[in-house]
């Protein structure tokens, strides 16, 4: 699963390359977010490293996801354009910020020796879905508990969600994992829901 959410956030991330100045752009943008990160990321796990490098991806495929997808097409839909876009990002990272990269991986990025975590799975109805900074999605479970769980990384069947063809009271299941976050209001770190996969039941 690492391998693959991988590619995809590096395809993502070049979305944009609608010329080589578009990948130049991205690249930069990408470069420029990772190395602010950098600090923050040492001794952290892999995937946490790979999670805010996701974040960076995202930011510069909204930029410019309309020349990303006049050059590869539809990204979301096709494995082959996909991978293509992760080719020419990581290329284009290692010309333009190859410091980054070693720093990152010194942190363990990629590695496969790390424990993959596996997804958990929760079944219930959509109570909400509420589309602010990220996609937050109410479930309540099959014990009447609700679960606050938000969309922040590609998965198959995204677009359920992306593009609202799953509803309210729809009932789902949902395989997820637990990050943790800063919560700025909390002024502490916590734990989310992130979802990996949904399905309509």
């Known amino acids: 699963m690492k391998k693959s959410l991988l590619a995809f956030l590096f395809s993502l991330y070049f979305v944009n390359a609608n ?3 578009i990948l130049d752009i991205v690249g930069n943008e990408v470069c420029s977010c990772a190395a602010s990160k950098v600090d923050e990321l040492k001794a952290q796990e892999s995937s946490k ?3 805010e490098l ?3 991806i995202v930011a510069s495929y ?3 996801k309309e020349a990303v997808i006049q050059k590869y097409g539809d990204v979301l ?9 992760g ?3 990581g290329l284009k990272m290692a010309s333009i910020c190859p410091d980054v990269l070693l720093k990152l991986a010194e942190s363990g990025f990629g590695s496969e020796d790390e424990q993959e975590q596996e997804a958990l799975t929760l079944e219930g109805k959509i109570v909400e879905i509420k589309p602010e900074q990220f996609l937050t999605v109410t479930v309540k479970d099959n014990s009447g508990r609700s679960h606050s769980m938000m969309v922040l990384t590609f998965f198959k069947d995204s677009n359920l969600l992306t593009d609202m063809i799953l509803k309210k009271n729809d009932k789902v299941s949902v395989d ?3 990050q943790e976050f800063y919560d ?3 002024k502490d770190f916590r734990y989310y829901k992130v979802i990996q996969g949904i399905k309509k039941i």
């Open 176 to 178: 997820y994992w637990e």
């Open 54 to 56: 996701g974040f960076c």
């Open 184 to 186: 700025t209001k909390a």
């Open 77 to 85: 839909q096709s494995d082959t354009s996909m991978k293509q876009l």
């Open 62 to 64: 909204s930029a410019h």
């Open 87 to 89: 080719m020419d990002v």
């Open 49 to 51: 490293v790979q999670l």
């Open 19 to 21: 010329s080589q100045d």
